[in-house]
């Protein structure tokens, strides 16, 4: 019963910061392939950051990159996203994902099985 729990989502103002984290639960035996999505109203989920399971691997999207920082914690597949200098543009449901079938899973969000309710980041301009 694997379950991932995102949270850290709220309201704040163009160039401030959020973090994010994602805890997953139910399968510890190993790590897991991590990931940020996030969607937009009308809009299709768009890739954020990747992490493999050590940690040496990481992706993020041209549109974060320099602003935002994924990480793993201390804990077993648990995971962080910290947001700097917030846009309005990265308004949006933050999701994380998850795969034990792989190392890393990359920009692709058919290689996670596994995914969070979502939490919503609204920034405001």
């Known amino acids: 019963q694997v379950q991932l729990v995102e949270s850290g989502g709220g309201l704040v103002q163009a160039g401030a910061s959020l973090s994010l984290s994602c805890a997953a639960s139910?399968?510890?035996?190993?790590?897991?392939?991590m990931g940020w999505f996030r969607q937009a109203p009308g809009k299709e989920r768009e890739f954020v950051s990747a992490?493999?399971?050590?940690?040496?691997?990481?992706d993020y999207a041209d549109s974060v990159k320099g602003r935002f920082i994924i990480s793993r914690g201390n804990n077993r597949n648990t995971l962080y996203l910290q947001m700097n200098s917030l846009k309005p543009e990265d308004t949006a449901v933050y999701y994380c994902?998850?795969?034990?079938?792989?190392?890393?899973?990359?920009?692709?969000?058919?290689?996670?099985?596994?995914w969070g309710q979502g939490t919503q980041v609204t920034v405001s301009s």
């Open positions: 994902a998850a795969d034990w079938g792989r190392i890393y899973g990359g920009k692709d969000p058919s290689h996670y099985k596994y």
């Open positions: 139910g399968r510890t035996s190993s790590s897991a392939a």
């Open positions: 992490i493999s399971i050590s940690g040496g691997t990481i």
